[in-house]
């Protein structure tokens, strides 16, 4: 366990033994200690399902819904809990990303080629990493050192094709990686003829994305490193604005980060990172335009093992900063955090404590904590409780969108979203299956929401709602007799207090269950992926209503020789229509093969 006590937010962890896990309280620990549910996906997991995207692989395994406004590059988000999809935390190599303006991360421009795992935890986790973390937190490692040789190629329905390569290596004290990936797909359309104010374009909505990311750490004994981490991901993807353009959205996410980690004594590591993540979103058609976040960021972290526990805290600064050719009253706001925590064992009794203040630059102090305790009545069954409040703090455009008299006005004076999550859970953890049942609450305050007169039908942003969303998650992983079997399942009632009505886009049910067998070189699989009806309106109109689906996959790898194997993917086997956003196409069955090489 050496190495997995040195693993820290900014790489991703070696796991000896159990999984392990940093997301959940920024140090490391063995996933069936945490008090949080988490969930882990790994590169092979990622390698053996063929996805041809994030928001697709995190459906499948991730416990998380999803909402795609069409095909490949086009706008998708993740909802965790019920909890709006601004409520979501998502960092890469510790950094955050996401748009200070639109609130979310643009998940469609996230290549699952740069990705060597992925950690998911649900609850409100602002006491560990401040705004944002209402519904959970996604942490995404991309690939390193350890990938050693990697190629792709792949082709697919829709004329698409995929390339991506790496090479990663560590010679004596030096660790370095670089990997590429280039996307190209024709699409299809990713609109509906029934599309509101003549939007359709009766055309294929196609996508490019070019990525790469690289890092290079030295090691300066078994005690310190310093390292630099970078990545790129571009995307231009087509959609439709009407008939008399052709409407194309280009985006780029970045990030770059310095970082020192060192081993102060046998007991005590620091971590240092300062690094800057960017957003940049420019249109040109119909609706030209640009919106660019900057986030810079820094952090300087300590842990300290204690004979019966580790206590953890630091410093952190934010600072977010807005640029675009529409006019902002404010462009800038600075967050300076300070946080600890401590989590112990004591015979069986597990205690995990966290307390944050943030200070913002525009709304002050917000402090926020949690509590967690477990008890293991035996090596295989263990219960867990946990409280905690978060925040999450208006966007840009909720504060300061320019206004349009007397269509919309724009509303500085807003407060945070505010939210007191309580979960309650039992975990069964043997060498042959893991399995835990959830029960949670969340209760958010202040939503901001937009509102429109109906005498003057001025609309502006409000915290107007109340938010109750009551659930239970079931999930279950097991290997018995060659099979690996796998099951999500998440009962729920996102509702708004204040109207009764369920939670645009959020469905009652949701889930997936899996199963997969290797048999000489062959290693196959299935998954079903199913949802409940949603609406796509606050108000539960009946003419907004999705109704739910399942869709049944299959998977398929042959292994040609030691570093060569086959992978197949079809996906949607029986061609199923659906929808996740109303007037919005989907992929109907689909095909994936590629040949893949990879030498460790």
Do not use: C
Request: glycine residues 10%; without cysteine.
């Amino acid at each position: 366990m050496a190495s997995v006590s040195r693993a820290h937010a900014a790489e991703a962890p070696v796991a000896v033994g159990p999984p392990v896990i940093v997301t959940a309280t920024r140090s490391a620990e063995k996933i069936s200690e945490s008090h949080a549910q988490a969930i882990v996906i790994t590169a092979s997991e990622i390698a053996a399902g063929g996805y041809s995207s994030i928001t697709e692989l995190l459906q499948s395994r991730g416990g998380v819904e999803i909402s795609s406004s069409g095909g490949p590059g086009q706008p998708s988000v993740v909802f965790m809990r019920g909890a709006e999809a601004r409520h979501t935390l998502v960092l890469i190599d510790g950094l955050r990303v996401g748009s200070a303006t639109a609130g979310g991360t643009a998940f469609e421009h996230i290549p699952l080629a740069q990705i060597e795992r992925i950690e998911i935890v649900s609850g409100s986790l602002s006491s560990v990493y401040g705004s944002d973390a209402i519904g959970g937190v996604i942490q995404i490692f991309t690939r390193g050192a350890v990938s050693g040789v990697s190629a792709k190629l792949s082709m697919g329905s829709f004329g698409t094709r995929e390339f991506s390569g790496g090479f990663g290596r560590r010679v004596n004290d030096t660790e370095f990686s670089l990997n590429v990936g280039i996307l190209e797909t024709r699409g299809f359309d990713a609109n509906k003829p029934a599309t509101p104010f003549a939007w359709h374009h009766p055309d294929r909505d196609g996508y490019r994305n070019q990525n790469v990311s690289a890092r290079l750490v030295q090691h300066f004994g078994a005690a310190h490193a310093l390292g630099v981490m970078a990545f790129h991901s571009q995307g231009a993807a087509h959609f439709d604005a009407g008939l008399a353009t052709d409407d194309v959205n280009r985006q780029t996410l970045q990030g770059f980060s310095l970082f020192s980690r060192n081993q102060i004594t046998s007991n005590w590591t620091s971590l240092i990172r300062i690094g800057t993540a960017r957003d940049h979103s420019a249109s040109v058609g119909a609706f030209p335009g640009y919106f660019r976040t900057d986030q810079h960021q820094a952090l300087w972290q300590h842990e300290v093992r204690l004979p019966m526990g580790a206590l953890t805290g630091g410093v952190e600064y934010l600072s977010q900063r807005v640029d675009s050719d529409t006019p902002f009253n404010g462009t800038r706001r600075d967050v300076n955090s300070v946080f600890a925590g401590y989590r112990g064992d004591f015979a069986g009794h597990g205690v995990q404590v966290n307390a944050r203040n943030d200070n913002n630059s525009q709304f002050g102090a917000r402090q926020t904590g949690s509590f967690g305790y477990s008890y293991r009545f035996s090596p295989q069954f263990r219960t867990r409780m946990s409280a905690g409040t978060a925040f999450k703090a208006p966007t840009f455009n909720d504060l300061y969108f320019p206004d349009f008299p007397p269509f919309y006005i724009s509303n500085p004076n807003l407060r945070p979203e505010r939210s007191r999550n309580r979960e309650i859970g039992i975990n069964l953890d043997t060498d042959q299956q893991q399995a835990s049942v959830t029960v949670f609450r969340n209760q958010i305050s202040d939503l901001i929401a937009v509102v429109t007169d109906p005498a003057t039908f001025v609309s502006t942003t409000q915290n107007l709602n109340a938010v109750k969303i009551d659930g239970i998650e079931l999930a279950w992983r097991a290997e018995f007799g060659g099979w690996r079997m796998r099951a999500s399942v998440t009962a729920q009632d996102p509702r708004d207090e204040t109207t009764g009505a369920q939670l645009r886009l959020r469905a009652r049910q949701y889930g997936s269950v899996s199963m997969e067998r290797t048999l000489g070189a062959w290693r196959v699989g299935a998954e079903a992926v199913a949802s409940g009806a949603r609406y796509d309106s606050t108000s539960e109109a009946p003419n907004t209503r999705l109704h739910g689906y399942t869709l049944l996959n299959l998977t398929a790898r042959y292994a040609l020789a030691k570093d060569w194997a086959l992978h197949a993917r079809w996906g949607n086997v029986f061609n199923r229509e659906y929808e996740t956003v109303q007037f919005f196409n989907t992929p109907r069955s689909n095909a994936q093969v590629s040949l893949g090489y990879q030498l460790r």
